[in-house]
């Protein structure tokens, strides 16, 4: 096999995020005018933050940051060109199904407008993300065997594989979402998605 | 009197943080090339992570965050041009006296290169910036009365005054720095210096 010449980011993201939701919705046009290859790794930030003695998010838990997050986003979101934002009335919302199914299509060519659309649903429509009702109307809007994935999804192997996979995210010191990965190199945050992809061009 | 024309953007840092640092280096440049009218605020962070029930820097209590903070500190300092990042060998360090004399100099045209070298001293030269002769030594190198300058720092007057602005960032909604205001428009961490200032010519 020929090796491929485009340097990799690792993209550790998660739905209940609303950082990740920035990310998630301009890094595929990122990656075209960038040229890096991108490995999508979804994950939980729930077992990561209790791991850290915290029991919810900080934006949750420190009132003044969670208030001040709420003005940054409606920037944010002015700035990206996305759908004005609208504070989630859940917060931070249960993500282990779209979690897994995104997992089960980390590499298929779905990936990207599935966890668009998972995102949409969290923070422009403000609607719970882990029914099934709603996560396989959103595969069913892409062509794909709705029934067929939700019912893997639920398998003991890619619950397993969830759990790993955010176990290997507390292994590599993350600590938040979203964090990227060069190599070793981590880049926390959306505001360091553009350095990260840099980093990968320049050391590849 | 004439109405100043140009947009006001309040500058709030504090000398022990190495964020505040990132953006004291380069804020008069971007003030140049921008066309703000900034205002210097120096307040002190350890009353208020006191207020929000921190002991002490977050950068201190997550190791893991401590940990990525150096990394990123490393790159930022690159991106900027800066000297080369070295963890200092205390932090967070006492800050009191410097930010006494900033306070004292707010208005005054020394106050950039003034906090520009109490942030190459703690970040740079890794020395005590709490210390009257390191920074009578600043003032000194400026063609500042020193003592006279330092006399009045240690006044009851200046004392009360640094607590007040201090209560007055916790009023504001500060929990972290550098924090910039725009009116009452909050951004938060030297990643938003731009959007402050280009949000304050929006604005104007």
Chains 1, 2 share one sequence.
């Not at 759990?163 to 981590?186: H, I, L, S, W």
């Amino acid at each position: 096999m020929a090796s491929d010449p485009l340097p990799a980011v690792e993209f550790w993201f998660e739905f209940a995020s609303n950082y990740s939701y920035l990310s998630v919705m301009r890094i595929e046009a990122e990656v075209q005018r960038q040229g890096v290859r991108l490995l999508w790794k979804p994950f939980l930030l729930g077992p990561i933050f209790r791991g850290l003695g915290m029991e919810n998010s900080p934006f949750v838990g420190q009132k003044q940051k969670g208030a001040y997050v709420q003005r940054d986003m409606a920037r944010q979101c002015r700035k990206y060109g996305l759908a004005p934002w609208t504070t989630p009335s859940v917060f931070p919302r249960l993500s282990v199904l779209p979690a897994r199914v995104a997992l089960l299509g980390a590499d298929q060519p779905w990936i990207g407008a599935f966890s668009r659309a998972v995102m949409e649903l969290n923070f422009v429509k403000d609607q719970d993300i882990n029914a099934p009702d709603q996560v396989g109307a959103i595969l069913t809007a892409l062509d794909l065997p709705a029934d067929a994935l939700l019912a893997q999804a639920r398998s003991d192997d890619i619950k397993g594989r969830l759990r790993q996979q955010t176990e290997q995210a507390r292994a590599q010191g993350v600590f938040g979402a979203p964090t990227f990965f060069v190599g070793d190199e981590m880049f926390w945050g959306n505001d360091r998605l553009e350095d990260a992809f840099q980093f990968a061009r320049e050391t590849a």
